[in-house]
Antibody
Framework: QVQLQQSGPGLVKPSQTLSLTCAIS??????????WNWIRQSPSRGLEWLGRTYFRSRWHTDYAVSVESRITINPDTSKNQFSLQLNSVTPEDTAVYYCTRGSSMDVWGQGTTVTVSS | EMVLTQSPATLSLSPGERATLSCRSSQSVTGNYLSWYQQKPGQAPRVLIY???TRATGIPARFSGSGSGTDFTLTISSLQPEDFAVYYC?????????FGGGTKVEIK
């Protein structure tokens, strides 16, 4: 059974960097099942795809235009996990963040509520 | 960006009734790369349907998906108490991956 376990702080100060990690069990970050995503959910934006990483002969990343200047998603094959970094956060980045597997998102992490506040 | 519009926003029904949820796309979802999710309060969404009509593992047969092109439907044939939740559609035909705004199915 594939599981995703998220970790990271729930409170980030404005202008700082939001960092989350998603640890994978039961699958490999290097597998070809469509990639590994970060999604967020807020009352104002609904469910919003932020980006993904996937391996097809080499590593690829794709990002949403709305965050592409501030976001980095990195795989870590040694720990079988992937991470999200979102720089220069504002209160508008307050949301529940999820990691998911595949384009049709058959596995979800438990969610991390991130609040951006001083 | 492919915009998905779900209707109605809220559906008020009684247990045992049939629920019909709509998802309309601003562009054709070629290949029927569309999924449906159920979300309950405090939980992550879970996939019900992918490929527009294929039930995910462990999903009861009362859930069915249909449609093609720009118009898709999720049907719950006979609502059970545990089915009252919010439902989202999502396309994975092109980037960015996008979700609809959701339909809340509530107890009448």
């Amino acid at each position: 059974q594939v599981q995703l376990q998220q970790s990271g702080p729930g409170l980030v100060k404005p202008s700082q960097t939001l960092s989350l990690t998603c640890a994978i069990s039961g699958d490999s970050v290097s597998s070809d099942r469509g990639g590994w995503n970060w999604i967020r959910q807020s009352p104002s934006r609904g469910l919003e795809w932020l980006g993904r990483t996937y391996f097809r002969s080499r590593w690829h990343t794709d990002y949403a235009v709305s965050v592409e200047s501030r976001i980095t998603i990195n795989p870590d094959t040694s720990k079988n996990q992937f991470s999200l970094q979102l720089n220069s956060v504002t209160p508008e980045d307050t949301a529940v963040y999820y990691c998911t597997r595949g384009s049709s998102m058959d596995v979800w992490g438990q969610g991390t509520t991130v609040t951006v506040s001083s | 960006e492919m915009v998905l519009t779900q209707s109605p926003a809220t559906l008020s029904l009684s247990p045992g009734e049939r629920a019909t949820l709509s998802c309309r796309s601003s562009q054709s979802v070629t290949g029927n790369y569309l999924s449906w999710y159920q979300q309950k309060p405090g939980q992550a969404p879970r996939v019900l349907i992918y490929g527009a009509s294929t039930r995910a593992t462990g999903i009861p047969a009362r859930f069915s998906g249909s449609g093609s092109g720009t118009d898709f439907t999720l049907t719950i044939s006979s609502l059970q108490p545990e089915d009252f939740a919010v439902y989202y559609c999502q396309q994975y035909y092109n980037l960015p991956l996008t979700f609809g705004g959701g339909t809340k199915v509530e107890i009448k």
